[in-house]
């Protein structure tokens, strides 16, 4: 059953953390990898059917997004365990163009507040929460093709100087695979 983002106030401080890079092998903090001027962080996994129809879009974006600044950072907190298709092994196959991170004790996810995977935040230059929700419309098995509209719009708005659309929709998809 599909998960949605819950419902919290914006602007809020970017937490910090300390987590694997799976493609590295390297322990990485937030501030190591944010932007000085706009950095998306994404809860994210494997095996997930939502995440799995929007990976080539989610490429396509940091390969748009990157060369003008933005920081793309992803975490995958799922248990592994019950879920081993999302180990940091496996995690390390996706080869992505941005960080990919595990999250082994959860407290990421918690910190910020993720239930489901794809999960977007955006944080400003100060690293303040701008824009919390989906990609776009498209959910596997619709109509709606990817585009990431929702997601490009508010990047869009952050670099050029405008504010991020006030309404803002909710992303859908598998739950955090939390540990028992």
């Not at 809020?12 to 799976?22: H, M, N, Q, R, V």
């Not at 080539?56 to 600044?69: H, S, T, V």
């Not at 507040?113 to 303040?128: G, Q, W």
Request: glycine content about 4%.
């Amino acid at each position: 059953m599909a998960v949605e983002t819950i419902p919290i106030s914006l602007g809020f401080k970017a937490p910090d953390f300390s987590l694997l890079d799976t493609q590295s092998g390297e322990v990485k903090t937030l501030e190591e990898l944010s932007s000085e001027k706009v950095t998306v962080v994404m809860f994210i996994c494997n095996h997930c059917p939502y995440v799995i129809h929007v990976n080539e879009a989610l490429i396509e974006l940091a390969k748009d997004y990157q060369p003008k600044g933005v920081s793309f950072i992803a975490i995958s907190s799922n248990d592994v365990e019950n879920y081993p298709d999302d180990s940091p092994e496996k995690m390390k196959e996706m080869n992505y163009p941005f960080p990919y991170l595990y999250d082994e004790s959860q407290q990421t996810a918690k910190d910020y507040s993720a239930v489901c995977t794809p999960d977007f935040s955006i944080f400003n230059s100060e690293m303040n929460c701008v824009y919390r929700g989906q990609l776009d419309g498209s959910r596997p098995g619709s109509d709606v093709l990817v585009s990431g509209e929702d997601l490009r719009a508010a990047l869009d708005n952050i670099l050029t100087g405008e504010p991020v659309a006030e309404i803002q929709h909710p992303s859908m998809g598998c739950s955090i695979k939390w540990k028992s």
